[in-house]
Structure formats: structure tokens, C-alpha cells
Nanobody, 126 residues
Framework: QLQASGGGLVQAGGSLRLSCAASGFTFSSYSGGWFRQGPGKEREFVAGISWIGSKTYYGDSVKGRFTISRDNAKNAVYLQMNNLKPEDTAVYSC?????????????????????WGKGTLVTVSS
């Protein structure tokens, strides 16, 4: 399973770091990613990372502000969020995919995800 943490309330321009801990499976065999769903919005791909962390991918709305990383020794993936904006307010969920890189559209659409973590709420005030 996956468990996300690190959400909270932050002012616009601030930073937060989300963590996602994997248990019960070999996380290094899975690509990882973060998705979010804001109030009244559809689920959106935020960021993804390849199995060993050599490649990263970002949604257009977060490029240059968010950074995804992973530590396979700790079975974890992280999302550093800087320069947060009110429109970043959402429930953020982590995900793991056994066979697809986040470079694939299917991954970014959330198809075939093997593990979804319970989300963590990020609220950005203006």
C-alpha cells in the first residue's frame, strides 16, 4: 500500500514537501507519481518518476515549481512544492505503476495504476 503525508495549510508563495511511503511491495520495481484533484475539478497528473529516478515528468501547471524525487532504499517518493498558488489547492495522491513509465499518456491519465495512496490535503491561501 501507499500512504501519503505532508499536506497542510500554507500561504501563497510558500512551500510544502509531500512524502509517500510504500509498504508490502518492492517499490523500486514500480514507477511513481503524484496526482491531484481540486474542488470541482477532475484528477490531474502532477509529476512522475521512473523506476530508478533517472527520468522525471511534470504537468504543465507545476513545471519549474515542483520537484519529484524518490529514495528506493526507504521505499518512498517525495514531492517538493515551491511557490505554491491558490490553484494548487487539492487532495494529492501518490501512485505506483508496475510496467509503465510516467512518460506514457496512459500513466498520466491514471490508467493501469497498481497502487493508489490515500490522499493528503494541500490548501493554499491567498
Amino acid at each position: 500500500q501507499l500512504q501519503a503525508s505532508g499536506g497542510g495549510l500554507v500561504q501563497a508563495g510558500g512551500s510544502l514537501r509531500l512524502s509517500c511511503a510504500a509498504s508490502g511491495f518492492t517499490f523500486s520495481s514500480y514507477s511513481g507519481g503524484w496526482f491531484r484533484q481540486g474542488p470541482g475539478k477532475e484528477r490531474e497528473f502532477v509529476a512522475g518518476i521512473s523506476w530508478i529516478g533517472s527520468k522525471t515528468y511534470y504537468g504543465d501547471s507545476v513545471k519549474g515549481r515542483f520537484t519529484i524525487s524518490r529514495d528506493n532504499a526507504k521505499n518512498a517518493v517525495y514531492l517538493q512544492m515551491n511557490n505554491l498558488k491558490p490553484e494548487d489547492t487539492a487532495v494529492y495522491s501518490c501512485a505506483a505503476h508496475r510496467s509503465k513509465s510516467p512518460g506514457y499518456t496512459s500513466f498520466r491519465m491514471g490508467y493501469g495504476i497498481d497502487y493508489w495512496g490515500k490522499g493528503t490535503l494541500v490548501t493554499v491561501s491567498s
